[in-house]
C-alpha cells in the first residue's frame, strides 16, 4: 500500500514535469492523476485546487535547484567557474531529456516552468504569481549573487550595480529560453546563452577566454 507521503510526492513531482513539458493551463488535475497513479479522492485529500497543487510542486523543486546553487557557490569554485556552472544548470534545465516520457515527441526545449506559469495566468490567479513572484526573486539573488563575487575578484568592467544586473541578467535568460522553445531548438540558447551574458555582466574582454577554459574544467 501507497504511503500518504509518497502519494503527496508522486502528485507533486507529476505535476511540475507536466507542466514544464507543456505549461500550466493546459495540464489539468486529470492527466495529472492518471500520471501519477493516483484518484482524484486522493488530489483532493492533499490539494483544494490545481494552483495548490502548483504552488506546493514549485517549492518542492526549488529546493532540488537550491542544492544545485548552493553546491556551486560553497564548493570553493573561483567566480569564473561559478559562472561557467550556472550556464551549464541553465542549459541542462532547458532541454528535454532523452527518455522523458511526459515530453511531446519532438519537444527539445521546455525552457523555465515557473516565468512561463507566471506569464500565462498573470494576476488571475493569485497562487501562480505569488510563486512565480516568490521563485524569480530567490533566483535573482543568485544572480547577484555571482554578479558581486566576479565584480569582487576584479573581472568587470566599470562600477556596476549587483542588484540591477542581477535583474537583468535573469530577464535576460527567461527571454532567451523562451526563444529556444519558440524554436524548439537548444542550439539556438547554446549559440546566444553565455556570449550575451558576458556581454551583459560586461566580463573583461581578456577572461572570456579563461572562462571558456574553466568551463571545460568544470564540465
Excluded at 524548439?184 to 547554446?190: H, S
Amino acid at each position: 500500500m501507497r504511503k500518504q507521503t509518497d502519494t503527496r510526492e508522486k502528485l507533486l513531482c507529476t505535476a511540475m514535469s507536466l507542466i514544464w513539458q507543456s505549461n500550466y493551463t493546459s495540464v489539468g488535475v486529470n492527466e495529472i492523476c492518471k500520471q501519477a497513479g493516483v484518484t482524484k479522492g486522493s488530489f483532493y485529500h492533499y490539494f483544494d485546487t490545481k494552483a495548490d497543487l502548483y504552488y506546493a510542486a514549485v517549492q518542492h523543486a526549488w529546493e532540488n535547484t537550491k542544492q544545485e546553487l548552493e553546491l556551486v557557490f560553497n564548493s570553493g569554485l573561483a567566480p569564473l567557474e561559478q559562472l561557467e556552472s550556472l550556464v551549464g544548470m541553465i542549459l541542462n534545465h532547458a532541454q528535454v531529456k532523452e527518455g522523458d516520457c511526459s515530453a511531446a515527441s519532438n519537444q527539445k526545449v521546455v525552457g523555465c516552468p515557473v516565468f512561463t506559469s507566471g506569464g500565462q495566468c498573470g494576476c488571475d490567479e493569485e497562487k501562480i504569481s505569488q510563486v512565480a513572484q516568490e521563485m524569480t526573486e530567490h533566483k535573482i539573488a543568485y544572480d547577484v549573487r555571482l554578479i558581486q563575487n566576479l565584480k569582487d575578484a576584479g573581472l568587470l568592467n566599470g562600477d556596476p550595480d549587483p542588484l540591477q544586473l542581477g535583474r537583468l541578467m535573469y530577464q535576460y535568460v527567461q527571454g532567451l529560453l523562451i526563444y529556444g522553445r519558440i524554436y524548439n531548438d537548444i542550439e539556438r540558447i547554446k549559440a546566444d546563452l553565455r556570449d550575451g551574458i558576458y556581454r551583459l555582466v560586461d566580463l573583461k574582454q581578456e577572461y572570456r577566454g579563461v572562462a571558456m577554459s574553466a568551463r571545460a574544467e568544470v564540465a
